[in-house]
């Protein structure tokens, strides 16, 4: 198991499913064994607001979190909202924005399914296992909509880099 | 939700989940709040428990009084709310102090540091100093659902109500949690014991010496307890921290010393002292008001405290060395988006309306308050729940004949606005009232409520006819109508009330957008 803390943030506006995608994420980091956090807020911030969501996983961790500075990857899911968070990004952090457009496309049919396509791109650069991810999905998903999120996340996942 | 099928011993939970696993664990039977962010999770994970009594109450005062007499009757019982939500209970609080309980009766508050949802940044902490109160506070979801259980023992042991204190961080943070088992208890006895339940002066002195020599013994406990620990690291920095803001300074400072209190009143001044006194440099670190900070100045020992500026708003990580360093919170420019109404949210119709006859709006907490931002900015009030009623009172009492209504919504008006209304109607007040009834507790999720004619379990039961209330009231009109269908004919209708010498009421009826969505 990698020992270093891995720490995300992902982010966006309230409405596009930024707490399902991180919900997947903690499940797949905790079944791989690691101890995880989670942070975000609910509420007000919802009605069409800023929202970002902070995970950390490795062997222990205290802070819920992220510092400025100090996030492996930045999972951004809106261009006018990365500015705000792009200060979260370590040096050499990877910032994932770039594949935004290529998951909306994979989504263009139901764009409700942005953030499972979101995970997908995530999930390649991530040290979690593809049993630990199919774990995730089906905890988070309810059976009905299990299938084509999986598929979702799969061509995200395996898509161009 | 916090239950999953699967027989997993490590859930993913947050702490407001875990709370509820906790206090499930350890044979909670009733559970009464009202909902608010950041503590409205802990209800709906508890209703999903099919064994638990679990309801939400019409405001947290009604709430707190069904808990704490089923606590009486003789069942482990809990009270949730946000902070500002206590401010409702404090009435049967402060006196519930004096006459202890029977079995456990656990206060659980949420504060709300940074008001990420709120409409003030208190420190609930004072009220345990105030009500004399014993307070746990967890640090993160997996004290949560262990301190719980802790506080339910306590209630018994020392016959008195436990507050439990979380912050959002805490509440709405997840992390893996290792969850048990049920453990059942047996109803105790309801007694008839007129010293200890009648707050009558008589019985209320001799309580009042029973609750400070409580505290005294509770003292002897907080020197002793494992929820407040030792961290033995370097001898030249220690930290005296509670709460959330453990996990920033451990995060920045491994290595150093902590006394970290679970247990934060009463004040374990022993052990402060003694880890005081074994480190070289010892800093009190706290989110909001300087309540550890104000107690260890009065037991002479030397430690250093945040600069005043921090007592604004929530810490994180990247707080703690500044703070540590002595240096002053420097405010960065927020570029985040504010929250608005959602599209095709009815409230949009009602507040079109108003903006147009230019109406001063008094408001109060909802969806709605959202009204007050732009692009709408129409509302021009917002102080507590039910206050949309009352203002429009009382702002008529200083403008008898000014362009003034009021709005409430319709979980609000349940909550703490039909008292305004009754109040409005017995001291002949005139105008116009909008019950902006969308159905469902909106701003926190899509809760029911007496209106919705739904338990907290989606059960029907009788639903309460919101008209049929105004009228009873007294309002001279009460008209039900849907703002989103014919507009000008409710454009037309508001001038006529707002024109008339007469208290009116208008429910302004149509569903949330996000209810079916929720189903």
Redesign the interface.
Known sequence: MNIETCNVVLGGIGGQGILKASEICGWAALYEGYHVKKSEVHGMAQRGGSVESHLRFGQRVFSPLVNRGGADFLLCFHEEEHPRLKPYLRKGGRDLLRYLDAARKLVAQEPRALNTAMVGVLSRELSIGEAAWEKALETVFPPKLLPFNRGVFFEARAMER | MAR?KRPVH?A?LSGNEALARGAWQAGLKVACAYPG??S??ILEALATYPELDVQWSVNEKVAYEVAFAAAVGGVRSLFACKHVGLNVAMDPLMTSAYTGVNAGFVIVVCDDPGM??SQNEQDTRWVSLYAKLPMLEPA?PGEALAFVGEAFALSERFDTPVIVRMT??IS?????VVIGEREEVTTRALEKDFRKYVMVPGNARVRHEVLEKRLVRLKALAEKTRLNRIEEGTRSLGFITSS?TY??V??CY?DASFLKLGMSYPFCDEKIRAFAKSVRRCVVVEELDPFLEEHVKTLGVRFAAKDPSWRLGEL???AIGPIVRGEQRKVRKT????????PGCPHWATFSVLKKLGVFVAGDIG?YT?GALPPTSALHSCLCMGAGVTFNEGLRRAHPDGPIVGVVGDSTFVHSGVTGLINAVYNKSRGVIFILDNRTTA???GQNHPATGLTIRDEPTRELDLAALCRACGADHVDVVDPTGNLKAFEALVAERLGADALSVIIAKHPCKLIKRKL
């Open positions: 999953t490590r993913f962010t950041p409205t999770e990420h949802s993160n959002t961080r709405h943070g997840k992390e893996d959330v996990q920033y451990k995060e491994p994180g990580p990247d570029t985040s988006r504010p929250p608005r109404l959602c969806c959202l701003m926190t999720g």
